[in-house]
């Protein structure tokens, strides 16, 4: 019984695992194709996708629910809080904040040296 548990299980995995590399492989070539023939709006799209998650990412907030008259919560169908927004803010001074500024510019600093490595391995290859 436990062996056709498992094979019950590998035959999952299996097909799970050919669809990711497969849909992997199609949207890599999907994306090289687009980025050939439409850099620009291709590029401009991604880069509208990622500053339009930024909120969604930005680390210092402070989840608003949903209330009712009298301030009681609102609960939805699992008896969780629903979410009406979040009070972005910036935080105070402290050792905690300086190092997350610090991991954002190293962040961006990784971005900027890896552009600036493939433009210059280009301009070798031409």
Same mark, same amino acid.
Not at 32 to 60: D, E, M, Q, R
């Given at each position: 019984?436990? @062996? ?5 299980? %590998? ?12 849909? %992997? ?6 994306? &090289?194709?687009?980025?050939?023939? $439409?850099? &620009?709006? !291709?590029?401009? !799209? ?15 907030? #402070?989840? +608003?629910?949903? !209330? @009712?008259? @009298?301030?009681? $919560? ?6 969780? *809080?629903?979410?009406? &927004?979040? *009070?972005?803010?910036?935080? #105070?001074?402290? !050792?905690?904040? $300086?190092?997350?500024?610090? $991991?954002?510019? %190293?962040? +961006? ?5 890896? #552009?600036?490595?493939? *433009?210059?391995?280009? *301009? =070798?290859? =031409?």
């Amino acid at each position: 019984m436990k @062996n056709e548990a498992r094979m019950r299980m %590998l035959k999952v995995l299996g097909v799970f695992t050919f669809g990711s590399i497969t849909g %992997l492989v199609t949207f890599s070539h999907l994306l &090289n194709y687009i980025l050939k023939h $439409y850099k &620009n709006i !291709t590029l401009a !799209t991604i880069v509208g996708f990622i500053i339009g998650s930024l909120g969604v990412v930005w680390p210092w907030k #402070e989840t +608003i629910y949903k !209330t @009712n008259d @009298n301030g009681s $919560y609102i609960l939805d169908s699992t008896g969780k *809080q629903i979410v009406k &927004n979040y *009070q972005r803010f910036f935080p #105070e001074a402290s !050792t905690e904040t $300086y190092i997350a500024i610090a $991991y954002i510019a %190293l962040g +961006i600093l990784i971005v900027l040296g890896l #552009e600036w490595y493939g *433009q210059r391995t280009r *301009q =070798i290859k =031409i």
